[in-house]
């Protein structure tokens, strides 16, 4: 007998596969020679600003990839690296966070302005949105997996789940893998901005 897999179960599945692909590739350390990791795009902020990758100039970010009605992964994600940032000190002034919507259909910037105005989440969250082309390929310049899942307006988007650390010059700097600690984030955090 044949069984059906769910979609949902199918997506899942991939994203546990591309999250440890990245994890055994990038070990959660900046490798010796730093891959191909990010490069140019141009996107739309919060605000309606356009914006390209020279905002990341002149701090440590951490970007990460979800969207506004993702139930767990992003809300956690965000909530962790909020509490990150606000243990440290005199060095949070020096890092900032971006998020990229994976679902620019839904993700317009009023609705990441109000997602992100939460207070649980760290202020000063970057969110960019674009169209469908341009976040394609954003995503593809850093890797990220993501697929819709479902029909309708109740859809999910299925996505990779790992923060990327970009130095202050926008370099790929290493991975910050899903599920640590807001301290073991803060430290992973802190040793590449005292390395650096």
């Given at each position: 007998m044949i069984r059906k897999i769910a979609p949902l179960t199918v997506g899942l599945v991939l994203l546990v596969?591309?999250?440890v692909l990245v994890w055994r590739t990038f070990g959660g350390e900046a490798p010796a020679s730093r891959p191909a990791i990010g490069g140019p795009f141009r996107l739309v902020d919060q605000s309606g600003r356009t914006v390209d990758q020279t905002l990341l100039d002149g701090k440590w970010s951490a970007v990460f990839f979800g969207y506004t009605y993702c139930p767990d992964v992003c809300p956690t994600t965000l909530q962790t690296l909020g509490a990150a940032a606000r243990g440290m000190g005199a060095d949070q002034s020096r890092f900032q966070i971006v998020f990229?919507?994976?679902?620019?259909?839904r993700d317009t910037p009023a609705q990441l302005k109000d997602y992100l105005a939460s207070s649980a989440f760290a202020p000063g969250v970057i969110g960019l949105t674009g169209t469908s082309d341009q976040i394609a390929g954003v995503a593809k310049a850093y890797g990220v997996y993501f697929q819709k899942q479902g029909t309708?307006?109740?859809?999910?988007?299925?996505?990779s789940a790992a923060i990327y650390l970009m130095d202050p010059q926008g370099?790929?700097?290493?991975?910050?893998p899903y599920g640590l600690t807001p301290q073991d984030t803060r430290e992973r955090v802190l040793k590449a901005i005292h390395a650096g």
């Open positions: 596969i591309a999250a990229i919507t994976v679902d620019p259909k309708g307006e109740g859809y999910s988007v299925d996505h370099r790929f700097d290493s991975v910050i």
